[in-house]
């Protein structure tokens, strides 16, 4: 029998790799992050579910990423542009090459699908 073609997306799927901003983009808090990378494919393709505690870090895109909130509330600001709460249910598309803050008011959680 071949591999199925479909995939659930969920913190069931795989183990959760544990992380944190960077010492050097860490603007307040203590943020921690949950990554539940689900699917990785060759080109640089990741799907899958991140979580972070409350906290602010600086962020910068090299990647296209499409998000989904699944839960909490979090405010992305735009270097030189606007600061965008978002929020359950929310989805958005951050492109290469955006610069700014993240700030985990109420611990997020988002699917996520990243192409490099």
Not at 17 to 42: C, H, M, Y
Not at 47 to 58: D, H, L, N, V
Not at 69 to 87: C, F, H, M, P, Y
Request: hydrophobic letters at 35%; aromatic letters at 12%; one cysteine or more.
């Amino acid at each position: 029998m071949s591999e199925s073609k479909f995939l659930s997306i969920g913190v069931d799927a795989v183990d959760a790799e544990q992380g944190a901003p960077a010492p050097d983009r860490l603007i307040s808090g203590d943020p921690k992050f949950r990554t539940w990378n689900v699917e990785e494919r060759d080109g640089g393709l990741y799907a899958g579910i991140w979580e972070s505690t409350p906290g602010k870090w600086r962020i910068v895109y090299d990647e296209w990423e499409f998000c989904h909130i699944l839960s909490g509330v979090s405010v992305i600001a735009e270097d030189g542009g606007q600061a965008r709460t978002v929020k359950t249910g929310d989805s958005f598309v951050l492109k290469p090459g955006f610069k700014g803050s993240w700030e985990v008011l109420e611990t997020t959680r988002k699917e996520y699908v990243i192409k490099l």
